[in-house]
Each structure stands twice: as C-alpha cells, then as structure tokens.
C-alpha cells in the first residue's frame, strides 16, 4: 500500500512560483509512473505533468515551459515547480502513483489547493 501526501499550495500572484511536494509512505516511488494531476473548479481532473522511470516526462501543453515535475535521489518524493503561474492554474492538485503495467492510477493524495491570483 502506498499513502501518498501533498504539501506546498498556498495563494499565489500572477508570475509567482510555488513547489508542490509528494510524499511516499510505506515505499519510494521507484518503478512507480507518479503524476501529478489538476482539477479546476466546473472542470474535469487531468494530468498536468508525468514522470516515469529513467527520467521520461510528459507535460500538457499549457505548463510546458513552466512546470517541471522531479524526483528527489532517494525517490521517496516527487516535486512540481510551478514558475510563472497564471491564474488558469488555479485548481486542486493531486498526487498520483501507479505501476507502469497499470493503465489506471491507483494511489491518490489528497489534493492541495493553488490558487493564483491575477
């Protein structure tokens, strides 16, 4: 089992930056894809940045650029640098972890909430 935790939202002002946290308890994320996903208000949650072993990432479109999603070398905590921060990023962000024979994500935080002002 793997009980994962967000820290690091907080209010934000437009070109701001913050670094959201996810930690592991129980095991590292090694071998694990870990996600890090987003869900504005009247919207659906989906993924804001991807990162698999050795290094392979994925970014949606809008962050790319701005977001960069890393492991620490202990891999028991994935990081989002969020730089240049709009307010379109403002939604809750969620953690998420899964094997990579997985098509679906099985381990889920709690949601921290980034709410970037204009």
């Known amino acids: 089992q793997v009980h994962l935790v967000e820290s690091g939202g907080g209010l934000v002002q437009a070109g701001g930056s913050l670094r959201l946290s996810c930690a592991a308890s129980g095991r590292t994320f090694s071998g694990y894809v870990v996600g890090w996903f987003r869900q504005a208000p009247g919207k659906e949650r989906g993924p804001a940045a991807i990162?698999?072993?050795?290094?392979?990432?994925y970014y949606t479109d809008s962050v790319k650029g701005r977001f960069t999603i890393s492991r620490d070398s202990a891999e028991n905590t994935v990081f989002l640098q969020m730089n240049s921060l709009k307010p379109e990023d403002t939604a809750v962000y969620y953690c998420a972890a899964r094997r990579p024979e997985r098509p679906d994500y099985n381990y889920w935080g709690q949601g921290t909430q980034v709410t970037v002002s204009s």
């Open positions: 990162s698999w072993n050795g290094g392979i990432t």
